[in-house]
Structures are given as structure tokens and as C-alpha cells.
Nanobody, 125 residues
Framework: QVKLEESGGGSVQAGGSLRLSCEAS????????MGWFRQAPGKEREGVAA???????RYTDSLKGRFTISKDNAKNTLYLQMNSLKPEDTAMYYC???????????????????WGQGTQVTVSS
């Protein structure tokens, strides 16, 4: 499994920006499908964005244009740039890694995939 550690969360006012980072400890990091998920209080965890080994990306429709996923293979780090934040973006954000394309195609992390501990994002109005 890949060990993942998120950082970069915090409190911001509506309209502001944050960049989340997820450092992975795996020699084969560049071959994994990676993704960002979030879970708001009382709601189910939902997929936010995913990136494939080839750098292709996909986003949940409601977040397109505001969030950007990227990665730096040399640093084994995944990023999520979040702009124009809204109070409804308040949630715990998690990164995930899997060798299965299911993460990329369906925001589904099969058994054997890895999760970070999460980083809290709070957006105030």
C-alpha cells in the first residue's frame, strides 16, 4: 500500500483559494491512479477529482472550473488547487491512491487502495 499524507487545509473566506497537497511514499507512485475526495458533516464521501498515471484528469461535474488536480512525480506529491471557494466546499478532504482504474473512472477505491488521514477545509461566508 501507499502511505499518503495530506496538508494545506485551513479556514478561508468565501471566494478565497487553498492548495492541498498529498505526499505519497511509494517507489511506484507515478503508476497509480490518484484522487481527491471529500466528506462534509452528515454526508457521504464524494469524489472531487482524479488523475491517471498519464496525467489525464477528470472532475465531478459540479466542481469543474474551480478545482484543478495535478501531480509532481519527482516529488511524489498530488495537489488540489481550489479557487472561488464556497461555504458548501467545507469538508474533510482526503487523497486516495489505487492501481485500479476504477478510482479514475468511477471515483471508487477498491480494497487494497490507500487513503490519507484527511485535511479539513472550512469556508466561511
Amino acid at each position: 500500500q501507499v502511505k499518503l499524507e495530506e496538508s494545506g487545509g485551513g479556514s478561508v473566506q468565501a471566494g478565497g483559494s487553498l492548495r492541498l497537497s498529498c505526499e505519497a511514499s511509494a517507489y511506484s507512485y507515478s503508476t497509480y491512479y490518484m484522487g481527491w475526495f471529500r466528506q462534509a458533516p452528515g454526508k457521504e464521501r464524494e469524489g472531487v477529482a482524479a488523475i491517471g498515471p498519464d496525467g489525464s484528469t477528470r472532475y465531478t461535474d459540479s466542481l469543474k472550473g474551480r478545482f484543478t488536480i495535478s501531480k509532481d512525480n519527482a516529488k511524489n506529491t498530488l495537489y488540489l488547487q481550489m479557487n472561488s471557494l464556497k461555504p458548501e466546499d467545507t469538508a474533510m478532504y482526503y487523497c486516495a491512491a489505487s492501481d485500479s482504474r476504477l478510482l479514475f473512472s468511477f471515483f471508487f477505491v477498491p480494497a487494497g487502495g490507500s487513503w490519507g488521514q484527511g485535511t479539513q477545509v472550512t469556508v466561511s461566508s
